[in-house]
């Protein structure tokens, strides 16, 4: 299953579009994914697994009109400094603790309307600068290789589905 979270997204695509995988798997392997590893590594800080299988199999339920969508179904974790409707976005700062956008950013609404599905958002320094992923929100993302160093900024939530 873990094979799954380590294969490129263009051939995840491929394997959704010509049915070899559903969006439904994906989405699955990725959750399972983030919940063994991100304990470890705090690198998503804002975890929808429920809200993304729904939309994963909703994409496959109407997969006839969404076949055309090059991302096909494929999950994305949004930095949490994106706006994303209805979902807390605080850029890593306390002013922002509680803060949730009433609008998409624009990254956000075409990545969905090509298909992508948001599985959550990842950590960053305040305010995206800063060499090293740490805030005083949701705290340090570890370096999924070696967690006695640093994950690096500003995209250190990214590393999740860097580390098998």
């Given at each position: 299953?873990?094979?799954?979270?380590?294969?490129?997204?263009?051939?995840?695509?491929?394997?959704?579009?010509?049915?070899?995988?559903?969006?439904?798997?994906?989405?699955k392997a990725?959750?399972?994914?983030?919940?063994?590893?991100?304990p470890k590594?705090?690198?998503?800080?804002?975890?929808?697994?429920?809200?993304?299988?729904?939309?994963?199999?909703?994409?496959?339920?109407?997969?006839?009109?969404?076949?055309?969508?090059?991302?096909?179904?494929?999950?994305?974790?949004?930095?949490?400094?994106?706006?994303?409707?209805?979902?807390?976005?605080?850029?890593?700062?306390?002013?922002?603790?509680?803060?949730?956008?009433?609008?998409?950013?624009?990254?956000?609404?075409?990545?969905?309307?090509?298909?992508?599905?948001?599985?959550?958002?990842?950590?960053?320094?305040?305010?995206?600068?800063?060499?090293?992923?740490?805030?005083?929100?949701?705290?340090?993302?570890?370096?999924?290789?070696?967690?006695?160093?640093?994950?690096?900024?500003?995209?250190?939530?990214?590393?999740?589905?860097?580390?098998?």
């Amino acid at each position: 299953m873990t094979d799954i979270c380590f294969t490129p997204a263009r051939k995840l695509a491929q394997l959704i579009h010509a049915r070899k995988l559903s969006a439904t798997e994906v989405m699955k392997a990725f959750i399972a994914q983030v919940e063994r590893t991100n304990p470890k590594v705090n690198a998503i800080v804002t975890f929808l697994p429920e809200a993304a299988l729904s939309a994963a199999r909703k994409f496959d339920k109407n997969f006839k009109t969404n076949k055309a969508r090059p991302l096909a179904g494929l999950p994305i974790a949004y930095k949490d400094n994106v706006p994303t409707k209805g979902i807390r976005t605080t850029s890593g700062s306390p002013i922002y603790k509680d803060h949730v956008p009433k609008e998409d950013h624009l990254l956000v609404e075409r990545l969905t309307a090509a298909g992508a599905i948001t599985l959550g958002k990842t950590n960053l320094p305040e305010f995206a600068a800063g060499s090293h992923t740490f805030n005083l929100v949701f705290g340090a993302t570890l370096n999924p290789y070696d967690q006695s160093k640093s994950a690096g900024g500003s995209s250190g939530g990214a590393a999740l589905f860097d580390w098998s």
